[in-house]
């Protein structure tokens, strides 16, 4: 019994921290600043849900948003670039 409890309390804890990720993210959406991407590639190894690719076009590479709706806004991207080309936007409208 005692088994049960301590797997039912994991889960309940797991799903409340699932769930704060998502309230926190949500409203907010990561950009790259193309001018400061140097594409070094720190973003992606940081971020855990595949929201950030590496594209190699005539510019040469750099990061682009590739799943923006796994981005949990957890900003650890934006922490791990040291040339500051990550940021989170809020996607709310300014009420005037």
């Not at 699932?18 to 590639?41: L, P, S, W, Y």
């Not at 971020?47 to 900003?75: F, M, Q, W, Y």
């Not at 650890?76 to 040291?82: E, F, I, L, R």
């Amino acid at each position: 019994m005692l088994y049960y409890s301590i797997i039912g309390a994991v889960i309940a804890l797991w799903l409340t921290g699932v769930a704060c990720r998502h309230i926190r993210g949500r409203g907010k959406m990561i950009r790259v600043i193309e001018d400061n991407c140097k594409g070094c590639g720190k973003c992606l190894s940081i971020c855990r849900r595949n929201v950030l690719e590496a594209v190699k076009d005539e510019k040469g590479t750099h990061i682009a948003v590739k799943n923006p709706d796994n981005c949990t806004a957890c900003s650890n991207c934006v922490k791990a670039c040291k040339f500051k080309a990550l940021e989170l936007y809020s996607l709310r409208k300014i009420k005037l």
